[in-house]
């Protein structure tokens, strides 16, 4: 079974975080020995559950884009450009070839280019994580975030939920993005004081 799969499966399942998946996935070894033990039917039938649970984590839709063509929104989607913030949360991605037709060549607007970038010491970790120095982090897809409060019922973003809403995201920013989070606090002030 492909280890990519298993760690979404397991990710799906019940893990909040990478860090959540990796720690169950460190467990395995030690379910190496009763998982030996299983009989083929029983191997390929935890198998093929993992491929549904797989196949639908992948076809999850995300939710429709709200209030298109209001002023305010318009108007957001101008600013969000001209800061700087679509070089990273990229507004529009081409999907390659995929085994589900559904899936593949299609146009996505996921807010992000799926890189890693350097976000400054404020954020960092200090522990690199495969690629990623530990003050890299990948940038997180935007699509839907206006109903985290409604779904998750909280507002915690960034890698360990620091920012208790989108602005305090936004303010954490450093390193490759100081510029972009900068513009935005010009921004604001600017507003602030009209
Ligand atoms: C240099 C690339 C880059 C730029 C420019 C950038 N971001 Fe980000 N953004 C990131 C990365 C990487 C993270 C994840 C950081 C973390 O988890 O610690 C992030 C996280 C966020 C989050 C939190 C999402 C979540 O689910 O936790 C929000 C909101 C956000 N950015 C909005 C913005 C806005 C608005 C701007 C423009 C003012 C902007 N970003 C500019 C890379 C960038």
Request: charged share 20%; net charge positive.
């Amino acid at each position: 079974m492909p280890e990519a799969n298993l760690h979404l499966t397991l990710a799906f399942l019940g893990s909040r975080s990478r860090a959540d998946a990796d720690a169950v996935a460190a467990l395995l070894p030690a379910l190496a020995g009763p998982l030996g033990v299983l009989t083929t039917a029983g191997a390929l039938w935890l198998a093929r559950k993992l491929q549904r649970v797989t196949f639908y984590a992948r076809t999850l839709t995300v939710p429709a884009r709200r209030d298109v063509g209001h002023a305010d929104t318009s108007a957001g989607e101008r600013s969000f450009s001209d800061l700087g913030c679509s070089a990273c949360h990229r507004l529009e991605l081409k999907t390659g070839r995929s085994d589900v037709a559904a899936l593949g060549e299609q146009t996505i607007r996921p807010y992000t280019d799926m890189l890693l970038h350097d976000m400054g010491p404020g954020l960092a970790d200090g522990r690199p994580d495969s690629l990623a120095t530990g003050s890299e982090w990948r940038t997180p897809p935007l699509w839907g975030i206006g109903l985290v409060r409604t779904v998750n019922r909280h507002t915690r973003f960034l890698h360990d939920g620091r920012a208790r809403s989108i602005e305090e995201a936004i303010r954490w920013h450093g390193g490759e993005a100081a510029a972009a989070t900068q513009r935005s606090a010009s921004c604001r002030n600017a507003n602030a004081r009209t």
